[in-house]
């Protein structure tokens, strides 16, 4: 089976209040325990926000090392979840899945290969 991973697209900015973010937590999780059950979750795994990000650049013989993101956007990847499917088809209804339980885009791709 093929692995694909499922990269949450984040709004850049403040998570929104409790009240808006647990009942989202929970479908979440009741969508893991889904992928889970039909033996399709491999991991996920949530990111610290962009402030907590290093950027390594290769320069000539050295390396610059820059604090923030690589780019300024207006999103960034939040979190991700890596699945087995099938095929592109069955990936992308569960990531269809995690767009709806999110209300956040969702990149679907392919891994060439686990290491």
């Known amino acids: 089976m093929q692995q694909y991973i499922l990269s949450i697209q984040q709004p850049v900015g403040d998570p929104p209040p409790p009240e808006v973010l647990d009942p989202i937590m929970k479908e979440l999780n009741a969508l893991n325990e889904e992928m889970k059950a039909a033996g399709a979750w491999v991991f996920a795994a949530a990111l610290h926000p962009l402030g907590h990000a290093t ?27 890596v699945i087995r ?19 956040l885009p969702i990149e679907v791709r392919p891994v060439v290969a686990a290491f």
Do not use: N, S
């Open 55 to 81: 950027v390594l650049r290769p320069q000539g013989d050295d390396v610059l090392v820059t604090d923030g993101p690589y780019v300024e956007g207006k999103e960034h990847v939040g979190g991700f979840t």
């Open 85 to 103: 499917a099938e095929d592109l088809d069955a990936a992308l209804e569960w990531g269809r899945r995690l767009a709806g339980v999110l209300g």
